[in-house]
Structures are given as C-alpha cells and as structure tokens.
C-alpha cells in the first residue's frame, strides 16, 4: 500500500493528488469523530456545516506560505491558550526587536533581562559543574555570577539595605512603648532586635550574586565568600540568629508566605487612627502599629526605597500581627526572612539582611576553613548601629458626631411649640393693623 493510501486507510483522510500539489481533506475523519461520540443521534439544528465535501482547486485561492507576521499571530494566540509558553514568547520578541546577526553573537545584559527569563537564569544550579576557565575574578564560579555582582548590585548607591539593632532596655523603660514591647515578646523579636553584627558591603553583594537556593526540604542554600564555595541551609541560619528549628510545619509559628499573592490593603483599615490614615500608608497609624511598623523595618522588613507605603507582604506582616495578637503564637521569623533573600535575588532588589547574612558567613566559615580565619582577609566593615526608637506626636482621633434624637416630642413640648405659633400668629396681626 502506497503512503497516501496509507493515510487514507488508517486516518481517514481524503487525499488528491494534481498537477498543483497534493490536497488532504479531513471530512471523513471529522464524520468518524462525530459517529465515536454519538453526535449523530443529537437532535440536528441548521447549521452551515457540510457532511459531503469533494476536494476542488480554487482557482481565487492564494499562496499557503506563512510569513513572519503569521507566525507572530500564532505565537500570541499560544501564550494567551498555554500560560507556559510565555517565556518562548518573550525570548522570541526580544530576538524580533534585535534580530541575530549571522557570524556573531549578542549578549543579553542581565541587568535588562525579563523577569522570567532572570529568574529562570538564577533557578539553575551553577555548582554543578566545575570552575569556569574564563572568570578572570576568582571569587566567581562562572562569568555569569560576575556579570550579576557588577551589573545589578554594585550600582545601588546604598549597597545594602540600611538596618539597626533596637536598645530594647529603654523600649522597656518607656510607657510608650509598653504595648509595643510586650507584642515583641509575644511574637519572639527579642533576638534579631538586639542582634548587633558589623558587615562587609562587598561580601554581602557577592552573596547575593552568587547564592543559589535549593528546592529541598532543609532550604539548603551555596554561595561563594571571596574564593571559596560555602553551603548552609535554614536551620543553621537560624541557630546563628538565635532561632533553632523545629520539626513540624506549624511548630516555628505562623507565616506571611504561604499564599502565592499578598493580601489587599484595605486589610489595614483598623491599625489606623481613627478619622486619620490611608490603609497602605505608614503614616497615621494607631501608635502601637506605628512602633511595630518600625520595629519590622529595621529588623525581617528593612526597605531602602519608598518608606511612605506598605507594599508585598509587609502588608501580610501587620494584618497577621494585628489577627495574632493576644494568642501567645510566635512568628516564623526565619521563614519571612528566607522569602525575602529569595525574592531579594530574583527580582534584583536591593541587598537586605546584610548583619545576619554576616553572621551566617562568619559562622560557615568556621565550619568550613578553620585553617583560615576570615578577619585575617581585608574587609571594609560596616558599623551596625543601635537605634534607640523614638518618642513620636500622633494625631487624635476624630470623634463621630453623636446622631440627633429622634424620638418622637412628648405632649408637653407639643403644646410649648403650639403657644409660640399662636403668639408669633397674635403679633404679627396686631403689627399689621397698627
């Protein structure tokens, strides 16, 4: 049996062969289709479909070829039908916007690189494979760890995001702060409050230039601390912040993160003061949330960008404190802290955790090379600062205006208004006759 017989015996096409070309009508398979599932019992409506179609040249018909345009149609048409496709969809637009040229090649900064196809980038495991040849920089594996140190985190003016340790002795000794302090406590911040480590800027960049996060259960995460490759995990990292873990999902407390979107803002209406305050704004907020708010930022919520508003899972953060309150539950310090790295490293933030992060590095190291201590390599070191939270003026609460009564009037002030109608009416009659 010939191929096109071939075709038309097992797939029921309907093949024609001419002088013009070869034409494959589906017609057959299509009654076959509606015959497997019963359609052809259904009560029929009027529709233009034809049952019995024979294969004819159109002598009006064009040219099959698809040209670059068509192609760019069916490509959206995929990526609004197959969300995964996205990725071959952008990388596909970027090569339309600047087409390759044949005989050389065209980087792609990271630094300009989308989203998916940087996240995509920091996903894969770099230490896999051994010490590229071509880094001239021997602090990085490869030349794509270099690209990220130089082009996305040496240009912050900052460096890292700004933090301080908190004098919890005068948050203790002040009124002030005495329902601040407490819910503190409550939620297990004493220790990364009164954490004080001095950091290296350089080191904490490479950290995040190098890092790599591992999708297992302990959190295992490797990064490279000037030439050497080191490995943690998230249970190390919170022995060295004073926070060890315990086995069970729910056994280190409750959590920001566990929703793939953050929650809405207006989640915030109650911490504010009352006739004050825009939910999502960091001013006017009640004075105990005010506190909590800055506690958060120089601790596991450090910002260097815009401080007036409350963005991501900040917002999480105050809404689960403001519904835990009260219930002797602790919080998953190190769980909201290990979300923020990785979405710091994705989403090419600024650096934060710079003190903690210096602990754990100077922890690791130990363990790791304890034939060379880390102090005797130069360092450009940081001071991390105490900050002792101030005092703050708030607004007062705009009081509602207490409803008009309205009940219905007695019969005493009844007659009252009666006889003021009847003299006002006896009055201006004897004005007008005088």
């Not at 019992?41 to 064009?62: F, S, W």
């Not at 900052?158 to 407490?182: L, N």
């Not at 919170?238 to 207006?266: I, K, M």
């Given at each position: ?99 390759v040229v044949r005989g050389k090649n065209i980087h792609v900064s990271v630094k300009n690189m989308l989203y998916l196809e940087y996240k995509e980038l920091r996903d894969m495991n770099p230490y896999l494979t051994p010490r590229s040849n071509r880094v001239g920089d021997k602090r990085f594996h490869n030349k794509t760890q270099e690209e990220i140190f130089y082009e996305v985190y040496v240009p912050f003016k ?277």
């Amino acid at each position: 049996m010939s191929m096109m017989g071939e075709m038309k015996f097992f797939l029921g096409f309907e093949i024609k062969q001419l002088r013009e070309g070869t034409f494959i009508n589906q017609a057959k398979y299509l009654q076959d289709m509606l015959k497997r599932f019963k359609m052809t019992e259904m009560k029929g409506v009027a529709t233009p479909m034809v049952t019995k179609c024979h294969l004819a040249l159109d002598p009006n018909g064009g040219s099959k070829k698809r040209g670059k345009a068509h192609v760019d149609e069916i490509e959206e048409e995929l990526e609004q039908t197959r969300p995964s496709k996205l990725i071959a969809r952008q990388q596909a637009a970027q090569r339309h916007k600047s087409p390759v040229v044949r005989g050389k090649n065209i980087h792609v900064s990271v630094k300009n690189m989308l989203y998916l196809e940087y996240k995509e980038l920091r996903d894969m495991n770099p230490y896999l494979t051994p010490r590229s040849n071509r880094v001239g920089d021997k602090r990085f594996h490869n030349k794509t760890q270099e690209e990220i140190f130089y082009e996305v985190y040496v240009p912050f003016k900052k460096g890292v995001a700004p933090q301080h340790a908190i004098d919890t002795g005068k948050m203790a000794a002040s009124r002030y702060f005495e329902e601040a302090y407490a819910m503190c406590g409550e939620f297990g911040l004493y220790p990364i409050m009164e954490l004080n480590k001095d950091y290296d800027i350089g080191l904490i960049q490479q950290f995040y230039a190098t890092v790599h996060f591992e999708q297992d259960e302990a959190r295992t995460f490797r990064w490279m601390t000037h030439e050497r490759l080191l490995e943690s995990n998230l249970a190390k990292f919170g022995s060295a912040l004073g926070y060890p873990r315990y086995p069970g999902v729910d056994a280190n407390g409750w959590r920001c993160h566990d929703s793939s979107f953050s929650q809405t803002r207006e989640v915030l209406e109650h911490l504010y003061i009352k006739g004050w305050g825009i939910p999502g704004k960091s001013a006017d907020l009640l004075p105990t949330w005010d506190i909590m708010l800055r506690v958060y930022r120089k601790t596991i919520g450090p910002k260097g960008g815009n401080l007036d508003e409350l963005h991501l899972y900040e917002v999480d953060l105050m809404a689960n404190s403001f519904a835990k309150k009260g219930t002797g539950e602790r919080l998953d310090v190190m769980d909201y802290i290990y979300h923020e790295m990785w979405s710091c490293v994705m989403e090419k933030k600024l650096p934060s955790f710079a003190p903690y992060i210096m602990k754990l590095i100077e922890d690791t190291w130990v363990d790791t090379c304890e034939s060379t201590l880390l102090h005797s390599i130069p360092l450009n070191i940081t001071s991390h600062e105490v900050k002792v939270l101030r005092t703050k003026r708030h607004n007062s609460p705009i009081e509602d205006v207490p409803p008009m009564d309205e009940k219905p009037p007695s019969w005493a002030s009844k007659l009252a208004r009666r006889m003021r109608q009847i003299f006002c009416l006896t009055s201006a009659v004897n004005h007008h006759q005088y």
